[in-house]
């Protein structure tokens, strides 16, 4: 298995742009998460989709910030406009219910973004 | 309240020592499950070790074993005989049976000296 599948993995912009990360879970999975990890805040869950539905996306830091599951191999989380307090790594992680509490989440990667 | 608490930023280890870090949880769901990861300085998140509220023995898998007091709602890691290669964040996560959201705690970052 390729294991969970994150691009960009560095990403440098310009504060105002647009900014679009993307995730392909590991295939069979029916949960995503996205997380912001940075120094001074640690690991922050943003938003997890169950079955490509969002089902809480209260860690969402602003109206700047959008997610999508189209379908069950694809996600993305966009920044619109980006800001230089963006820069964080961003990490995608999947994970199976399908026997409860004891499956880990598998996690990709990350994307380094640096906002300048 | 936090759901997941580690109180150790830092610990430092001798090589071949053991070392124990804490991780502390809260929760009323009866059913939940208790995970360890490290993050190497090269970024990536490693999935350790699992211990769920229903099981009687505590986790373990290799070098690496879970100290699972559930009445003091403590899940704390256990590494044997430390390696250099052993240095790294380490995170407690906690998934409860509803809701079915992971929670991590801030981390400890171990340090293995030779």
């Known amino acids: 298995d390729a294991g969970v599948i994150q691009s960009p993995r560095h990403e440098v912009t310009e504060m105002g742009q647009e900014v679009t990360l993307r995730c392909k879970p590991i295939?069979?999975?029916?949960?995503l998460f996205w997380y912001r990890q940075t120094m001074m805040r640690g690991l922050e869950l943003l938003i997890y989709f169950n079955n490509n539905v969002p089902i809480d996306d209260s860690g969402m830091p602003e109206d700047r910030f959008s997610a999508k599951m189209p379908n069950a191999s694809f996600s993305t989380l966009k920044i619109q406009p980006s800001e230089p307090r963006d820069s964080a790594v961003y990490f995608c992680?999947?994970?199976?219910?399908?026997?409860?509490?004891?499956?880990?989440?598998?996690f990709g990667p990350g994307t380094r973004l640096t906002v300048l | 309240a936090q759901k997941i608490t580690q109180t150790q930023p830092g610990m430092f280890v001798q090589e071949k020592e053991a070392v124990t870090l804490d991780c502390t949880y809260d929760t009323s769901d009866p059913s939940y499950g208790l995970f360890w990861y490290k993050q190497p300085s090269s970024g990536e998140m490693i999935f350790l070790i699992y211990?769920?509220?229903?099981?009687?023995q505590n986790a373990t898998e290799g070098r690496y074993s879970l100290n699972f007091q559930k009445a003091r709602k403590s899940a704390n890691l256990v590494i044997s005989a430390s390696q250099l290669g052993d240095s790294a964040m380490y995170f407690c996560?906690?998934?409860?049976?509803?809701?079915?959201?992971?929670?991590f705690g801030t981390g400890t970052s171990l340090t293995v000296i030779p």
């Open positions: 996560a906690m998934r409860e049976g509803t809701g079915n959201q992971f929670y």
């Open positions: 211990q769920g509220s229903y099981d009687q």
């Open positions: 295939s069979g999975h029916d949960y």
């Open positions: 992680a999947s994970s199976l219910w399908a026997s409860g509490v004891g499956n880990e989440q598998f």
